[in-house]
């Protein structure tokens, strides 16, 4: 029977339909000042019926838009991995867009690491592999005015509500902020099959710097693209779902747990 997840570590996965026996878990991280329901509202009902479908809720936005936002990538990491270790009695693949992308693989690097857990898969989208994040000019620091671009090309909602924009503004501002300060000390192999995906038109990033998380992926990598630009899932949302699952196709087929045989030396992200 599935663990319950700790009353303090609820607030970090929102699941819209909770199984009582997923074949595979499948867990979202949204891109920089992003919110878990509005990056996957839809993905649920594109999903099997066996697999649950769970989105990370960062502070600082939706039901937690009281709380501060966390501005560095350990902290973070500490919070999801506690949420996600009680269902890690289902594998469990790990999904992240932008931002998204490097917290997923710093999630899936430190349940290896210290919980011996080994995701199903890696699925990596329309951010630069980890190692390339240390490149200074990646550090340059962004101004108001381009998060307010960024922010509405994401929600263009926003330019009708200023007192959205402004709560908006406060989440992207701290996740730019992680995104500035992290500097991995190191960049260990995934176990798990490492999937790339891309929007053909992205402005930021490009076709080499998805193709760069070939350097963690332990067992195998693939890139893949879909029509638009760094927003592509919202047109290519049904297409990039339909590949997720089927990639997902066989991961309850390697049984219920996906501990590791033995312990991998631990790992954390250390900030400028």
């Excluded at 997840?5 to 499948?26: F, G, K, T, Y």
């Excluded at 195998?220 to 899932?233: A, K, M, N, Q, V």
């Amino acid at each position: 029977m599935t663990e319950t997840i700790p009353a303090d570590s609820r607030a970090w996965l929102l699941r819209q339909r909770p199984l009582a026996e997923p074949r595979v878990r499948l867990v979202c991280f949204p891109h920089a000042g992003g919110d878990a329901p509005m990056s996957y509202r839809g993905w649920q009902d594109r999903l099997p019926a066996d697999v649950e479908l769970s989105a990370v809720c960062y502070p600082g936005r939706q039901n937690r838009v009281n709380e501060r936002p966390i501005d560095r990538m350990e902290p973070l990491v500490d919070h999801v991995c506690r949420a996600l270790v009680p269902l890690a009695d289902r594998p469990l693949a790990l999904f992240g867009h932008g931002m998204g992308a490097v917290v997923a693989y710093e999630v899936a690097v430190r349940l290896a690491g210290r919980h011996r857990i080994s995701p199903a898969a890696l699925l990596v989208s329309a951010y630069a592999a980890p190692h390339l994040c240390a490149d200074d000019a990646r550090r340059i620091p962004i101004g108001d005015r381009q998060l307010a671009e960024q922010a509405a090309a994401a929600d263009p909602a926003l330019l009708r509500f200023p007192e959205l924009m402004d709560l908006a503004m406060v989440a992207l501002r701290a996740d730019h902020d992680l995104l500035h300060a992290y500097r991995p000390a190191s960049t260990p192999l995934v176990t798990a099959p490492v999937v790339g995906y891309r929007g053909t038109d992205d402005p930021r990033v490009s076709h080499g710097e998805m193709r760069a998380w070939s350097r963690v992926a332990g067992s195998g990598f693939e890139l893949r693209t879909f029509p638009g630009d760094h927003f592509y899932p919202v047109d290519a949302e049904a297409a990039l779902v339909a590949d997720i699952v089927e990639r997902l196709s066989g991961a309850g087929d390697i049984g219920q747990t996906f501990h590791e045989d033995s312990p991998t030396s631990s790992h954390s992200s250390q900030p400028a």
